[in-house]
């Protein structure tokens, strides 16, 4: 009895009439991601771009080879780096 109340509806749902009718506004709403959704991916679309960005950083400082191994790296050049960092 309940499937019979969904599939009779169905017809109305796939008609191709009906979605020719809809104004382009309606089928924008009907196919876009609702505030929360959209938000959400902008946060995360800004947050990848900093991770890449930060890793082409990492890969220039990387290749740079008056800065030698980090182990080598003075003493003092860390503590100013770190302190400048905070």
Known sequence: MIERHITDRLSDIFNDERVRKLTQREVKDLVEDDYEVRTERQELRAQQAILAK????????????????????????????????H
């Open 54 to 85: 930060g890793r082409e950083i990492c890969r220039q400082i990387g290749t740079r080879p008056d800065l030698g191994p980090v182990s080598s790296t003075p003493k003092c050049r860390s503590f100013i780096f770190l302190n400048f960092v």
